[in-house]
Nanobody, 124 residues
Framework: QVQLVESGGGQVQPGGSLRLSCACA????????IGWFRQAPGKEREGVSC????????SYSDPVKGRFTITKHNANNTVTLQMNNLIPEDTGIYYC?????????????????WGQGIQVTVSS
């Protein structure tokens, strides 16, 4: 059973940066595509970014394009999400998710395994 653990969240001022990490245990990251999702209070869960099994095919949602970068480090069983130029609308609980699909998607229904989530707060 694959286990996913997020880290690196916290509070930051607008314009600041955070780096989230997702550690994969119990199985090899080579066998999964990874997605990052977020959910703000009262809002629908939103796909943020995803990476294919090999990490070479990536996607971003429109609100984060040009600001966020996903990197899949298969050798270390770790996925990172670098978040720059953060804005208050980025606030929410961020989740790392894994699927055995060859290609990642931004649809939460496509993922079988989930981390516990981690809080990101962007405010003055």
């Amino acid at each position: 059973q694959v286990q996913l653990v997020e880290s690196g969240g916290g509070q930051v001022q607008p314009g600041g940066s955070l780096r989230l990490s997702c550690a994969c245990a119990g199985d090899s990251l080579d066998d999964f595509s990874i997605g990052w999702f977020r959910q703000a209070p009262g809002k629908e869960r939103e796909g943020v970014s995803c990476a294919s099994m090999g990490g070479g095919v990536i996607s971003y949602s429109d609100p984060v394009k040009g600001r966020f970068t996903i990197t899949k480090h298969n050798a270390n069983n770790t996925v990172t999400l670098q978040m720059n130029n953060l804005i208050p609308e980025d606030t929410g609980i961020y989740y790392c998710a894994a699927t055995r699909r060859l290609w990642g998607t931004l649809r939460w229904e496509d993922y079988e395994y989930w981390g516990q989530g981690i809080q990101v707060t962007v405010s003055s």
